[in-house]
């Protein structure tokens, strides 16, 4: 299922005003391996966030790591959130991922899909 936020008559400025957050690229399909999350089955059910895998304080943005300054992707051993956000640029990929990914809206709606799919189950 995709949730999308619309807003079909208001208004404003700037970059980030009323843009569509949408994403609907299969994100398992581009999960880097080791973030993968499997069944008991070996089949991909979902793509875990690096700070879920890891649970350090780089990958989570805490401890020293815990300012928009001192947590940057960019500087991770490996840029997790990059993979995501080729995908799906204005999607919200870590902690601090702010500048790309904050949308303000004053008016919207959803519009939820739903496609057909085989459940998985563990």
């Known amino acids: 299922m995709t949730i999308e936020v619309t807003n079909p008559s208001a208004s404003g400025n700037g970059q980030y005003w009323c843009k569509n957050p949408a994403c609907l690229k299969d994100l398992n399909s581009i999960c880097p391996q080791e ?6 089955n070996g089949q ?4 875990l966030s690096a700070c879920e895998k890891f649970r350090t304080d780089q990958y989570c943005c805490r401890g020293a790591f815990g300012t928009p300054q001192t947590c940057n992707s960019s500087n991770w051993p490996v840029n997790y959130p ?15 991922d702010d ?5 303000s809206i004053a008016l919207f709606q959803y519009k939820k899909s739903t496609f057909p799919y085989k459940e998985y189950r563990e």
């Open 35 to 40: 973030l993968k999350k499997f069944n008991s």
């Open 99 to 103: 500048s790309t990914s904050t949308f």
């Open 82 to 96: 990059s993979v995501f956000k080729q995908a799906c640029p204005s999607a919200y990929s870590y902690a601090y």
């Open 44 to 47: 991909v059910i979902g793509c």
